[in-house]
């Protein structure tokens, strides 16, 4: 082969890819020989010399790898909180990858970054003034969000962190229901892990307004610098919704930085009868949320929302960039088109994202944020959420109704803890850790786990948009035949799940 890459026309192959993928998505593998492991052997070769041409890697990519990928995007995956993308987040995402490889410069891409951006402020009534910035992930909008927390509370100081440096003493407050990402953005923002103090909750993992007013007040009279409060709107194990309105009263009354992170449970605000627990959220400073969970984008997307983008920029900015002087005018673009008429797409970069955050080359995601909500609207997104939240809910009612099936924690969200349990066990967690691992051997009900008050929970999370009632029926029918087999199995061996720990 030359190096002659193809690069004619793109729609053969993806049409081909198509197929593949479709293949994959309806479980008919071309090559089932493939699957448990054998690919691991097929893919291990050295590095080619020669290429194989682009026919030969579309046949590979969809025989020897799509064919192997991820559980996530299955129907009955409710672990963690991730999801396979729709449609129309593929379709806007592959757009952007061809049309507009970065986000900057005057392209309809970039327009819809700020325009997509405005919409998550309007869809999840946060106040109108909240600006906000693309990234790859919840990890990263943390960051930012806290990035621009800290800027804010060393500035009143009289010190620029983006520019001088991080001064000792700067503190974080946040639960231990809240995502660890927020102990790594504290680190890596030079706060320093250690700098996150934990503050108590209550029964249901909701951050306790007394404790917290407690902290502040000991690190204020330690001469310690307040960040930011970190309230959840959405835990990731439970999900939980800190009660935003007492915490706000604190956060204004010793003027600190609200942060919410929602990326997971934002979207929740749809339902109208979760919506008053986010009562408070409009006093924030800033809100995260992934449009990669709920809303279904393809991963890669987390939006930071703040109501004062120049802090992020102060806190992020690369300060002056000699070697791209002259390169576009950058600032008006009527004015470097003059006559023409026509504003070519890099004659101004337009808006600095790459100064509000970490990434300087990055996709624009806007895109895929307007394709979502452009083909199923505010209401189609409320449906989805409101359907997930039964689905919790209906699955909560059923473990009740169940005598071997015990309910660890009544969902606030589209998360449901609970696990099986029966009369002589004595380790239920145990019992319940080798149900899981076999409901993940079966594969058609993919829960994950968590720890409910020292008892493991089975946690689904229903976010998927091809996750639906089917899931909930089979779950349950899983757990409870499953976890009858693995109780007569350790009662006929007279080994047992028992008294592993006499208990
Ligand atoms: C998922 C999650 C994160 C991390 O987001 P990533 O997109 O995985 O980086 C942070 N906070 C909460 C509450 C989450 O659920």
Known sequence: MSDQAECGALSPALAQLGEYLDRFSTGLHGDAGLRRRHWQKVLQRPLPVDGIGLDKVLWELGEQVIPNGSAIPLPGFTSFITTGATNAGVLAALAAMVAAPQRIGLTAFQELEELSLDWLVALFRLPAEMKGIYSSGGSTANLLALGAARQQAFERRGHDCGRDGVPAGGRLFATAASHRTIHRAAAVL?????AVITVDCDAQGRMCPRA???QIEGVVSAGLVPVAVVANAGT??????????????LTSRFNIWLHVDGAYGLPGILDERVRPRYAGIEQADSVVVDPHKWLGAP??????LVKDRGLLQRAFTQGAADYLEGSFCGADAEQASPSSGFVHSLDALGIPYSDFGVELSAPPRGVVVWALLREIGAQGLAQRIRRHNDMARSLAERVQAHPRLQLLQAPTLSICCFRYQVAGCTDLNRLN????RRLIQDGRSLPSTAVVDGKLALRPCFI??????????????DVIRIGDELWAHSNSRGTSTVDVKGT
Request: hydrophobic letters at 45%.
């Open 190 to 194: 030079g706060l320093g892990r250690e």
């Open 212 to 214: 917290l007013a407690r």
């Open 236 to 249: 990731t194990a439970t999900g939980a919704i800190d009660p935003l309105a007492e915490i706000a009263v």
């Open 299 to 304: 991963v890669g997307i987390g939006a930071t």
């Open 433 to 436: 850790r080798q149900l899981h």
């Open 464 to 477: 998927g948009a091809r996750t639906d009632w089917a899931q909930v029926d089979d779950l349950v029918q």
